[in-house]
């Protein structure tokens, strides 16, 4: 069985991040907690990769479309429709002209529980639901409402990766083995040494 502190993510900045100048700021939370960078390139992605990244699974259509539904509904708002499938492939025609709009920072994290936790850390999906603390939460002001009547995709700053299944089908299509680089970190001793033996001479 592998070791948990060898659990990968996908984490994409998107270009929202890079263009408010907030790469910095947003590697450094994940580093602080404890992640490794282990790939890391900027990138434009292309139409079809953004298509195949999000609507790649069976029922992704209908399963984005309910939960913009769910998240108007909550609020006790009307949604532009009750049919997951016809919002689901706005939110998908949004998706793609937000991704490809310019560049974007692309990189694996490695470490214990990196989905997990990179999922706390970032907050969710919509920035006007997350907790302060989160990075959507302290970094984002949009809401689906907003965008909706924009007719634009929510801008959320990242993607995060929301399974480790998940997480190894996403490093495997943005990432070449090559691309991927095994080293330590001294913090690493910190985080996992089971006696912390080695840190006096």
Known sequence: ??????????VILK???????????????????????IGLKLEVPSAEKVKHHYAGEPGWLAKAGQKSIDSYLSKGKTPPSLDPVEIGEKVLGHLVRYMTSGPAILMVLQGAHAVPVVRKLVGSTEPLSSDVGTIRGDFVIDSYELSDVDGRSVRNLIHASGTKDEAEKEIEFWFKKEELIKYKLVQEQILYDVNLDGILE
């Open 15 to 37: 270009p929202d991040g890079v263009q408010r100048g907030l790469i910095g700021e947003i590697i450094s939370r994940f580093e602080r907690v404890g992640l490794k960078i």
């Open 1 to 10: 069985m592998t070791h948990t502190k060898h659990e990968r993510t996908l």
